[in-house]
C-alpha cells in the first residue's frame, strides 16, 4: 500500500521552496523527504523542542539526525512552540505530523495526550505569521485520526476553519490533510 502523504507531498512543495516541519520530534522520515523535494535551492526547517541528541530513548535515530544535520537545505532548531523562531519566516508551507496527539513516554510505554498547543490560539496567529499567501498547511494524521476524520468525527477541519477563516481545504485523503492560505 502506497503511503499517500509521501507520495502526495509533492503536489504541494516544489524545488526552492522554503518549508517547516513544526513538532518532527525524533523522527526524520518527513524531513529527509522535505529536503529532497526541495532541493539544494529550498530550506527546510524542522522545530521542536525535544533534543534526540540528549534523550537514551531517542538512541536509535542519532544516526538518521546526524545525517540530516550535514544537508544544507536542513536546519534543527530546537524551539518550545509557540512561538515560531524569527528565522523561520517567509514559508511555502508548514508541515505537521500529528499535531492533536502527542506521546510522553511514562513508565516505559508511550502515553498519547491532547498535544496543548492545540488550544493555544498563539500557534495558529505564529503559523499565520510564517507562512506566505497562497502556502500551504499540510497535516499528517495518526490512524486514530485518520479514521475520525473518515468518519466525520474528527477535530482537524473543525480547529483549522475556526483558527484560519482565509485558509481553504484543498486535499484529504487517509493520512494526508492540506489547506491553502487564501490571503
Known amino acids: 500500500m ?23 520530534g525524533e523522527k526524520d522520515d518527513i524531513l529527509s523527504a522535505l529536503s529532497d523535494i526541495v532541493g539544494e535551492n529550498g530550506m527546510v526547517y524542522g522545530v521542536d523542542l525535544h533534543n534526540p541528541f540528549r534523550s537514551f530513548k531517542y538512541r536509535k535515530y542519532y544516526k538518521h539526525m546526524r545525517d540530516l544535520r550535514k544537508r ?8 518550545k512552540i509557540p512561538p515560531i523562531p524569527l528565522e523561520v519566516s517567509n514559508l511555502d508551507a508548514i508541515v505537521i505530523r500529528e499535531f492533536l496527539w502527542t506521546q510522553e513516554y511514562v513508565k516505559g510505554r508511550y502515553k498519547d495526550y491532547i498535544n496543548e498547543a492545540v488550544e493555544d490560539p498563539i500557534i495558529y496567529i505564529e503559523m499565520n505569521r510564517v507562512l506566505n499567501n497562497q502556502g500551504h498547511l499540510i497535516l ?30 484543498k486535499f484529504h485523503k487517509r493520512n494526508m490533510l492540506v489547506y491553502q492560505k487564501l490571503k
Open 2 to 24: 502506497v503511503n499517500t502523504f509521501f507520495s502526495k507531498l509533492g503536489d504541494y512543495i516544489s524545488p526552492g521552496d522554503r518549508v517547516a516541519e513544526l513538532y518532527h
Open 72 to 79: 544544507h537545505n536542513v536546519k534543527l532548531i530546537k524551539a
Open 140 to 169: 499528517h494524521l495518526n490512524p486514530t485520526d485518520e479514521k475520525k476524520e473518515k468518519d466525520g468525527k474528527g477535530n482537524y477541519h473543525q480547529i483549522i476553519k475556526r483558527q484560519f477563516p482565509d485558509f481553504k481545504k
